[in-house]
């Protein structure tokens, strides 16, 4: 007699739950499909989908999908032209935001936000020029804060619209070996401190520098050796 292995819960197969992602997609008439879509009309359970796929959008990928509209935040936004901008060298164009070597969001999000390509590079440039004034009426307010950042007027992360500045100022390359990231794709540029925060440096336009990570790593090398030294 031989005794045949009965699994109390029959899984379901992976075909059978993207046959029902697809037949709730055609249901629901629309580009892409949502979770709460599905959790409506779908026979199986998000979480069983998501278990199974890793994400939802994986799950849509596999059934050739477009993915699940992200809503992204203006910070966002701007933080990915930024890349993309450092990785060309020069202003990007539409289609270089649709380059996924070096471009995370694409163009559609950004005309989804501003209406037009000239327009969202015309309010990215106007974020990069304007003053920080919240961030440094925030630091004067503290006195105490102040005194605990010590001889500080400035703190040691570098934002995102100095960060563009330096990058800007020293042509997106790097300031040791001169490679930029438009000639060796891969290179990742790096905004360093002259002198060092630790060491009483401030986190202004002049004491910033622009370093691949390579020779900042060894730049950090070398500082350490002579300190062992
Ligand atoms: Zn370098």
């Known amino acids: 007699m031989k ?11 992976d075909d059978e739950l993207l046959s029902d992602l697809k037949r709730v997609f055609f249901l629901c008439n629309t580009d892409t499909l949502t979770m709460m879509q599905y959790s409506t009309e779908g026979k199986y359970d998000c ?4 278990r199974r796929f890793g994400t939802w959008n994986s799950a849509l990928q596999k059934l050739g999908i477009h993915l699940t509209q992200q809503f992204w935040t203006e910070e966002d936004l701007f933080k990915n032209l930024e890349t993309v901008w450092s990785k060309k060298g020069s202003q990007p164009r539409r289609r270089d935001m649709d380059n996924k ?5 694409s163009s559609g999000a950004y005309l989804r936000k501003f209406g037009r390509w000239s327009n969202a590079l015309k309010a990215f440039v106007e974020f990069i020029n304007s003053e920080d004034s919240l961030e440094q009426e925030s630091t004067s307010n503290s006195n105490m804060e102040r005194e605990e950042s010590n001889i500080h007027s400035t703190k040691r992360d570098i934002n995102l619209r100095l960060r563009f500045k330096v ?8 300031c040791i070996c001169g490679r930029s990231p438009a000639t060796t794709p ?3 540029l790096q905004v360093d401190h ?3 925060w630790s060491n009483g440096g401030e986190s202004v336009i002049d004491n ?22």
């Open 194 to 196: 002259i002198k060092p």
């Open 47 to 50: 979480s069983t989908i998501l």
């Open 101 to 105: 070597n070096i471009s995370n969001i």
């Open 208 to 229: 910033l520098q622009t370093l691949c990570s390579d020779c900042n790593l060894g730049k950090s090398n070398l500082a350490f050796n002579l300190n062992v030294n």
């Open 3 to 13: 005794f045949d292995y009965k699994p109390y819960r029959q899984t379901v197969p």
């Open 186 to 188: 891969g290179l990742k």
């Open 167 to 174: 990058l800007q100022r020293d042509n997106f390359k790097c």
